[in-house]
């Protein structure tokens, strides 16, 4: 039976909710009780749903990660659009593993860290907003790359890249820190995509069109 931990402390909150959503909801609250003060049922019932989905959009359960040697779990909740060999991209020199993770609007949006290792530095590149979905995303999109290297100097790469409604990139690491497997780095605002390069001798775990939850799922192993 697989082992599995708690890589940070569990929330207090039945519904945890990420902090970047907090401005969010309470703006979208108090206009809908702005709106029900007036009398405007129709319009403040929208707003009450909104309110919810914001809520929901924004919500972040704790997750419980796999303790195996090598395992990379996968940095977004969402479905496998890529997986496979690449022999150029940007995002790492030589032949490399990719695995992209499409993530729609209803799906958790928290990123998490793919492996223990250092960052060695953080690209933020902006572009345009095309469809996460597709495959030239990942080069034209506005997007973030961290460059981790574990303490057996093996190399990856993990790329948020924004959607074709996500505007906001969050990122809460920086060049130098120590990063630990299933931890909690950063988000991305409504719908949008990630992706992960590895050494072209890791092992992918999982297949286009997989179903993956971020810090859980093992997407891979380092060679």
């Known amino acids: 039976m697989d082992k599995f931990s708690l890589p940070e402390s569990p929330s207090r909150f039945a519904f945890p909710v990420a902090s970047a959503g907090y401005p969010l909801i309470f703006a979208a609250a108090f206009a809908t009780g702005a709106l029900a003060l007036l009398q405007l049922r129709a319009l403040a019932l929208l707003g009450l749903a909104v309110t919810f989905f914001i809520a929901y959009f924004f919500r972040d359960p704790d997750r419980v990660v796999p303790v195996s040697d090598g395992a990379l779990v996968s940095p977004a909740d969402g479905r496998v659009v890529i997986a496979g060999k690449v022999d150029h991209t940007l995002f790492y020199d030589g032949p490399c593993q990719k695995v992209s993770i499409f993530m729609s609007v209803f799906n958790v949006h928290v990123n998490r860290i793919p492996h223990e290792g250092q960052v060695e530095k953080i690209e933020y590149h902006p572009g345009k907003f095309l469809n996460a ?4 995303a990942s080069e034209d999109n506005e997007r973030n790359a961290v460059f981790i290297i574990t303490d057996r100097g093996r190399r990856f790469c993990v790329v948020q890249i924004a959607g074709l409604i996500a505007r906001r990139i969050i990122c809460h690491i920086q060049a130098g820190d120590t990063v630990y497997r299933g ?39 380092l060679g």
């Open 133 to 136: 979905s597709l495959d030239k």
């Open 183 to 221: 931890r909690r780095f950063g988000m991305i605002c409504f719908g949008s995509r990630l992706d992960v390069y590895l050494p072209v001798d890791a092992t992918l775990n999982v297949a286009v069109g997989d179903r993956v939850k971020a810090g859980t799922s093992i997407v891979g192993y």
